[in-house]
């Protein structure tokens, strides 16, 4: 069965500083992967994801993400903190089936 | 561009009340999603229609069921509540079913809390 491992329930950054959002995925297919952000009593956004086109994907927000399948991972990046990245972010797959599989989430700080 | 809509936003039920939610997928979206979402915790996927056709099926209880219309509209209905039954219902829908690659769109979810 797949599944989607968040290192990290809570990560803090200096505004300015780099965000790295860890991600490691299992899966004995080719999966899909997605990137969603939530902000405080909001619905979920697609940041971007990843169809196994291009490796480095590029999301809304300036955020982007790799897929390495060696590491089995798709860690979110954005090279400059803002205030306003400050949310929960999860990462999640789909094998090919109905359903996404979240990661339990990780909360980002931003700090001034 | 239009998006999804979930109604109600928020409900208040007691405890071994009914409740239904529904949700209004994106234009020409014939595939619904319905995950449940706990304090703190990550969306649990409950159950997926296409074309008005069950498609999967997840962690739903019993006293859940769920079904799409004509208008691809959908409906959940939750009997017997339960105070664990507390949490954000989000509704995603999707263009079509290849397999994964359509993004799912989430509404904006409806907050249910059983007193």
């Known amino acids: 069965a797949q599944s989607v491992t968040q290192l990290g329930s809570h990560v803090s950054v200096s505004e300015g500083a780099l965000v790295l959002l860890r991600c490691n995925y299992s899966s004995s297919v080719p999966p899909y992967l997605f990137w969603y952000v939530q902000y405080p009593n909001q619905g979920l956004q697609l940041l971007l994801k990843?169809?196994?086109?291009?490796?480095l994907v590029k999301g809304i927000n300036g955020f982007e993400a790799e897929f390495k399948k060696s590491e089995t991972s798709f860690h979110l990046t954005k090279p400059s903190a803002h205030m306003s990245d400050a949310a929960e972010y999860f990462c999640a797959v789909n094998i090919r089936d109905d359903k996404i599989i979240f990661g339990k989430g990780t909360r980002l700080h931003i700090l001034p | 561009a239009a998006g999804v809509i979930q109604s109600p936003r928020h409900l208040i039920k007691e405890k071994r009340e009914t409740a239904t939610l529904k949700c209004y997928p994106i234009?020409?979206?014939?595939?619904v999603y319905w995950y449940q979402q706990g304090p703190g915790q990550d969306p649990q996927f409950l159950i997926s229609?296409?074309?008005?056709?069950?498609?999967d099926k997840g962690s739903i209880p019993d006293r859940f069921s769920a079904q799409q219309f004509s208008d691809y509209h959908s409906e959940l209905n939750m009997s017997s509540l339960e105070l664990g039954d507390s949490a954000l219902y989000f509704c995603a829908s999707s263009s079509s079913r290849t397999g994964g690659a359509d993004t799912q769109y989430f509404g904006p979810g409806t907050r249910l809390t059983v007193l």
């Open positions: 990843y169809t196994s086109a291009a490796t």
């Open positions: 234009p020409r979206h014939d595939t």
């Open positions: 229609f296409y074309e008005k056709m069950q498609s």
